[in-house]
């Protein structure tokens, strides 16, 4: 290697050392198959992809040198104690078969006796390998051939390069990674990402609102009354909504991205305010502040089961990832929670006079947390499979709940214009906040949802909906189009561009990405 190569860097900023980055080119194009590019590199720039140790080491353990061996992988500096034991035990493993191999059982006790004297092994290891020998004793295999042997040495160096740290070995893939962190860091902080597609290296990454729906695309008109709740299926082939006209919709999402009418569900006596969906897609849940809670079909949007009677008021509803348990919650004081069965039968309950009423709950898609709101400004996480509970209090009051689709956070609608993301783990002393929208005395329920949930969407009292990206708490997109209040707002898990919002004006909107937008970044693209 030539010393001139050590010293020089790289970049505006000098903040990379040239030999080092030829280096891990080196190593990228052997790793694509470019072998005889990589091979000349090395010759032109006088830079080995391999280390001085690592090319010693290589061909003693190649050739069964296994002193020399040891003292290589002794000698190299900032390896740790615990790495040098892992690596010299593969080392001593390595020589003991061989020695056994060749019917040598003197020379694998000595070599056995040797390492445990010098205290170059840990007494586990050492362990391991005395009873490494009793076992190969026990196993009556004949002489293996010298081809099976090369085989092993190379597994056995292909094991140890996993574990020599730079820099005589390189971490596997290290330009990739490299360039896959530069890439990744560039995504997260663009506002506006929302796609799966691979990015171009050839420039820096920056999306623009033709990412995220910001136009309507359809206009829903089937309700007769106030819409309050929509919420796409898990799949994002359905989309239900429920309406104070005393019914829910389920509609069918075609290829082309439209929305067709499928069932309308007629049994409740009064206004529907909230469904959901089973993990599976194939049941709906609907229930109302003033109805009972009822169970679908969804192919045939017939009505399987009630549960509870008149006198059972249901505020929210929701499942179990088995699709065979359900869980809601009464905002009647003393009813609490009950847990059932899809036939009706009670599993469990949490009910009684110390109960208050619970105005939302939901259960994380994992099913490890049962998560209510409590008397309007409590958040109970209860964990189902531990029996644990951890309390978070608002100041506010809360108007409802949503959970991310990775189990690993939850927003909640406070009634002071604002909305809240807490972790589930409770590892957060307080809440991302997101303003903007505006909300004083209506129910209004936000979402997660486009690529990664990397964003949250909500329904506003202005008939307007606001988008923010998780890492901003100001809106990034305000969606004009309702004429009156925006109740419920579902983005479609499956089609990262697709929005629904739910509004007092008796329409459901479909929002989409802008046309005029994509045809002028098509056009530049």
């Excluded at 170059?120 to 293996?144: P, T, W, Y």
Aim: glycine residues 6%.
């Amino acid at each position: 290697m030539l010393m001139e190569n050590l010293s020089t860097v790289l970049g505006s900023k000098g903040l990379i050392r040239k030999h080092e980055f030829v280096r891990i080119i080196i190593q990228c194009l052997y790793s694509l198959g470019y072998k005889n590019s990589a091979s000349c590199l090395e010759s032109e720039s006088g830079i080995s992809y391999k280390s001085m140790d690592f090319e010693l080491l290589e061909s003693q353990l190649l050739c069964g040198n296994w002193d020399g061996c040891i003292d290589t992988l002794n000698a190299i500096k900032d390896l740790m104690d615990e790495t040098r034991a892992s690596a010299l035990f593969l080392v001593f493993k390595q020589c003991l078969l061989e020695c056994l191999n060749r019917g040598d059982d003197s020379m694998a006790l000595a070599v056995l006796r040797r390492e445990v004297s010098a205290s170059r092994l840990g007494k586990d290891k050492a362990q391991n390998l005395a009873q490494s020998i009793l076992s190969f004793k026990d196993v009556q295999f004949g002489e293996i051939e010298d081809n099976v042997v090369r085989e092993l040495r190379k597994k056995l160096l292909a094991e140890l390069e996993k574990l020599l740290p730079p820099p005589t070995m390189l971490p596997e893939r290290r330009l990739e990674h490299l360039v896959e962190t530069a890439v990744t860091a560039q995504l997260d902080s663009c506002m506006y990402h929302n796609t799966l597609d691979a990015v171009s290296l050839y420039e820096d990454h920056c999306c623009g609102r033709v990412q995220i729906p910001t136009e309507t695309v359809q206009i829903l008109k089937e309700h007769k009354n106030e819409v309050w709740f929509v919420q796409f299926s898990n799949n994002g082939d359905y989309l239900a909504s429920s309406s104070s006209d005393c019914t829910a919709i389920i509609w069918q999402v075609l290829q082309d991205g439209k929305l067709m009418l499928l069932h309308t569900l007629r049994s409740h006596q009064n206004p529907v305010s909230f469904v959901a969906w089973s993990p599976d897609d194939t049941k709906l849940l609907t229930c109302g502040n003033g109805e009972v809670l009822k169970l679908w079909d969804v192919e045939t949007g017939t009505c399987k089961h009630t549960f509870g009677d008149d006198g059972f008021i249901v505020s929210s509803c929701a499942w179990f990832p088995d699709s065979k348990r359900l869980v809601c919650g009464s905002s009647d004081p003393e009813k609490g929670i009950y847990m059932w069965d899809c036939d009706g039968n009670e599993i469990k309950a949490w009910k009684g006079m110390r109960m208050p009423k619970i105005l939302d709950l939901a259960v994380t898609p994992d099913g490890e947390n049962l998560i209510s709101i409590f008397s309007d400004k409590e958040i109970r996480i209860f964990n189902l499979g531990t029996s644990t509970e951890r309390v978070r209090s608002e100041e506010h009051p809360i108007t409802s709940l949503s959970v991310s689709g990775d189990s690993k956070f939850f927003i909640v609608n406070l009634n002071s214009q604002e909305i809240h993301m807490w972790d589930v783990a409770g590892k957060w002393d307080s809440p991302l906040k997101y303003m903007g929208h505006k909300q004083h005395k209506y129910v209004i329920r936000s979402c997660f949802g486009g690529l990664n949930s990397s964003f949250i969407a909500s329904g506003s009292e202005n008939s307007q909906v606001y988008i923010w990206n998780r890492q901003d708490t100001r809106p990034i997109e305000v969606l004009s189009g309702h004429d009156m209040t925006v109740n419920s707002v579902s983005w479609n898990p499956r089609r990262p561009q697709m929005l629904a919002s739910a509004s007092d004006d008796q329409t459901i909107r479909i929002w989409g990405p802008s046309l005029s937008k994509k045809i002028q970044a098509n056009k530049l693209n």
